[in-house]
């Protein structure tokens, strides 16, 4: 008997640390296909929309090196822009659903913000990557003729865990 239970003993051992490895595959699994599923719409966006993508640490890049560029935040002004923003940034807040159409009072906004420099470099973000309002932005800027248009991603939110400066209004 006491044989059977040191060979049971391993073996359930083995099967429970099996059990163990599967359940975190199948969460680690879970998490791949969330971040899957977050990069196929950011690319199927990126593609309708047809403008660019530009990286937080590339967009710091092209702040340290003042690229002349229009940096613009999507975010609502009270509850967002007001407490953080990228330095430099301006502010026009886009809606999350994706816009089939564009209003004449925001269109005439959009243009009055962009200027007439059709070739002018505008990099348009957001909250967080799965955030479309920079999304919004980006793809109307584009419609209305604009060529050098680029979308951060990880917006506001990447910006800050990368450990970039921020501004606040007082």
């Not at 660019?52 to 509850?79: A, H």
């Not at 800027?141 to 800050?160: E, F, I, Q, S, T």
Request: positive net charge; hydrophobic residues 40%; aromatic residues 10%.
């Amino acid at each position: 008997m006491n044989g059977m239970i040191k060979r049971f003993i391993p073996a359930a051992l083995t099967l429970f640390s099996l059990g163990l490895l599967a359940s975190n595959a199948c969460a680690w699994g879970t998490k791949e296909l969330q971040t899957e599923k977050i990069a196929a719409t950011f690319c199927a966006e990126v593609q309708r929309g047809g403008y660019q993508v530009v990286t937080t640490p590339e967009l710091r890049g092209w702040i340290v090196n003042k690229k002349s560029m229009l940096l613009v935040d999507t975010m609502p002004y009270e509850d967002s822009f007001k407490k953080n923003h990228i330095p430099g940034a301006k502010q026009m807040e886009f809606p999350i659903p994706e816009m089939t159409s564009l209003g004449d009072k925001t269109k005439a906004a959009l243009l009055e913000l962009l200027g007439s420099d059709k070739d002018r470099t505008i990099v348009f973000y957001c909250g967080f990557t799965k955030c479309t309002r920079s999304h919004n932005a980006a793809m109307w800027a584009v419609r209305l003729g604009y060529k050098n248009v680029y979308r951060m991603p990880g917006g506001v939110k990447a910006w800050k865990e990368a450990g970039y400066p921020l501004s606040g209004v007082k």
